[in-house]
């Protein structure tokens, strides 16, 4: 299996297998939104600076995605946070106090 090493910051580095990275799960970050609870949304490994609060925000699909990523299309409002996914954290919505995994590998 290939790997990659990738920089998490503070000068640390993790070996991560190719094709592991998270994204988020949109489908499920719509089904939580649309329920009307409050979500925020984030890298469970670092909710200080990603934690979101989504409630009022309406994504496009896991397959909108996956296409706009192979075309090359921007993915500015694909963006939580200013981010996608993650390579090394994991991509989660917090939901009356509680962590919920929220993630898809990406193709």
């Known amino acids: 299996m290939e790997t990659r090493e990738v920089y998490v910051g503070n000068g640390v580095t993790l070996n991560v297998a190719n094709g592991s990275r998270k994204r988020f799960d949109y489908n499920k970050l ?9 979500v925020r949304a984030g890298m469970e490994e670092d909710w200080f600076f990603t934690g979101t609060d989504i409630s009022d925000q309406d994504f496009p699909s ?6 706009a ?10 963006k939580i946070a200013g981010i996608c996914g993650s390579d090394w954290a994991t991509p989660v919505m917090l939901i009356n106090n509680e962590f919920i995994e929220c993630w898809v590998y990406e193709n």
């Open 30 to 38: 719509n089904k939580a939104i649309n329920s009307g609870v409050e």
């Open 69 to 78: 990523l192979k075309a090359g299309d921007d993915l500015s409002e694909f």
């Open 62 to 67: 896991n397959k909108e995605f996956e296409e």
